[in-house]
């Protein structure tokens, strides 16, 4: 009996050693073959994506991949919006007293161009060390030295903060750019994957897209850092107030291939120990939905940064 308990227990042993160790996916590959859209929420004029308009920080993990392609791949786009500046403090939608009037023209402008790029980050296919910034329909080509961004084994950290005056571009925690900049998005769409608006869609990336955040407000160096240093990015033991300024998070952190790519941010404030926030933003998901192209398909990926 002692001999027959002891096989069943090595039988048993054995079984467990071949299951495989399934792990959930880390990144979405698109392949230039669908785009990521996070539609303009318009819960109402401070609780939507109008957060880029003044203090943010953005955050986005990508790496390319070796297909071929002759058009030049969108790593995130926001357009439409071509018109000045200002803070709408009491939410009607016009132009008050003691409002930003940028020209001084003493009216609120709401010309719309499709067209218009606000803000974008594209690479170049035939050259695989250089990235364009564009900032109000403006580009700005960079060559970096020992980074291939159409290789699906470096992945990257993208990361973009705005002061409500200037805008400064963070590649791998190195600054590679600053532009004083006032930028207006009220209503545009966030594409990941692609430039484009509700319309029409264009230069799709090719690679893979890993982790998306959005923040209201400019993080500090040392968090900046750790979220390029930690291989497990948005740590779930951060428990200070930073974590009270997480207004968007995207992950593919699935163990099933989705088309609802959910806001999560929720999900790290229920990881704090301690409520030290009023998470009144889980109040307004920013929900993602990932598209593909006619008869094209986007599958997801365990690789990731």
Request: hydrophobic share 35%.
């Amino acid at each position: 009996m002692i001999l027959i308990s002891i096989f069943m227990l090595l039988l048993t042993a054995c079984t467990n050693m071949l299951i495989p160790d399934i792990q959930n996916y880390k990144s979405v590959h698109l392949n230039g073959n669908g785009w990521i859209q996070i539609p303009n929420q318009n819960y109402n004029c401070t609780n939507d994506l109008r957060v880029f308009d003044d203090n943010f920080t953005f955050e986005i993990y990508f790496s390319g991949d070796n297909k071929n392609t002759n058009s030049a791949g969108t790593i995130f786009s926001l357009t439409g919006k071509q018109t000045e500046n200002f803070k709408d403090s009491n939410c009607n939608g016009e132009l008050d007293e003691n409002e930003i009037d940028s020209n001084e023209d003493g009216t609120l402008d709401i010309e719309v161009n499709d067209e218009f790029v606000v803000l974008a980050v594209q690479n170049d296919p035939t050259v695989n060390n250089l990235l364009s910034f564009y900032i109000n329909d403006i580009e700005n080509e960079i060559l970096f030295e020992d980074k291939n961004f159409n290789s699906e084994d470096e992945f990257h950290l993208l990361q973009i903060t705005s002061n409500g005056d200037s805008i400064f571009f963070y590649i791998d925690r190195d600054k590679i750019l600053s532009l004083k900049a006032d930028i207006m998005i009220q209503g545009s769409d966030l594409l990941i994957g692609a430039r484009g608006n509700q319309h029409d869609v264009s230069n799709p990336w090719s690679g893979y897209i890993d982790e998306v955040r959005l923040w209201n407000d400019i993080l500090s160096d040392e968090i900046m850092d750790m979220h390029f240093e930690s291989s497990d990015k948005l740590i779930n033991t951060m428990q200070d107030s930073s974590l009270c300024n997480l207004v968007g998070l995207w992950t593919f952190n699935y163990e099933e291939e989705k088309i609802e790519i959910n806001d999560e941010k929720c999900n790290e404030a229920e990881n704090l120990y301690y409520n030290i926030c009023a998470f009144e933003i889980c109040e307004y998901p920013l929900n993602a939905t990932l598209y593909t192209f006619p008869g094209l398909e986007v599958k997801y990926s365990r690789k990731g940064f």
